[in-house]
């Protein structure tokens, strides 16, 4: 009884999966861009609060009548120039949600825009730290008058407590995004990131 061997299969090569893009840069781009998107809508609305709020007679004559000097000056400045910040993040948010749109089509333009991006929205992380610390310094300065001693103490040590709590949270807060930041910077720049870039 004679037995034959069973016909060889043919040996099947893998297809490659997908076409050699990392696997993070779809999900960022598309997480980013819905985030772009919604803080557009919310500073865009920031604007015209502004512009309403700079033509009101009553709070114009409470900012130059009032005594502002518990005020921190960034704050002071900000609400001189609320419009003119409003609008800056409004852009801001706008050139972040096109360039994550580029990055889902590829552009090399919207990679070094979202780079750039990643670098100043750090900055103003620590920028947004130093203001928070700034004006708790400035009310554990400018306490009532009319408080005694010992509760000026008490309150005096609540804020010192509440200023290192707060501005701790964001000073870790903007370390850690700091860090995220850097490491998508790191990352976007490798070789097998920066060939898929290629239309200009």
């Not at 500073?43 to 005594?67: E, R």
């Not at 910040?85 to 994550?100: C, E, H, K, P």
């Amino acid at each position: 009884m004679s037995s034959t061997l069973p016909p060889l299969l043919p040996h099947a090569v893998p297809r490659p999966k997908g076409d050699g893009t990392p696997a993070f840069l779809a999900p960022l781009a598309k997480s980013v861009l819905v985030i772009c998107i919604l803080s557009a809508v919310c500073w865009a609305g920031g604007v015209v609060l502004a512009v309403v709020l700079s033509k009101s007679a009553w709070l114009q004559d409470l900012l130059h009548d009032s005594d502002l000097s518990w005020m921190p000056p960034s704050l002071r400045w900000f609400s001189r120039h609320a419009v003119a910040v409003n609008v800056a993040l409004t852009v801001l948010s706008v050139a972040g949600a096109l360039a994550s749109w580029g990055l889902l089509r590829r552009y090399r333009w919207a990679l070094w825009t979202f780079i750039v991006l990643l670098v100043v929205t750090a900055v103003l992380n620590f920028a947004g730290a130093w203001v928070v610390d700034e004006v708790f310094r400035l009310l554990m300065v400018h306490l009532p008058p009319n408080v005694d001693a010992a509760d000026a103490a008490q309150v005096h040590r609540e804020l010192l407590m509440q200023r290192v709590i707060y501005t701790g949270m964001m000073i870790i807060t903007s370390l850690a995004f700091a860090a995220l930041h850097a490491w998508l910077v790191l990352r976007l720049l490798r070789p097998d990131v920066q060939r898929l870039f290629a239309k200009p």
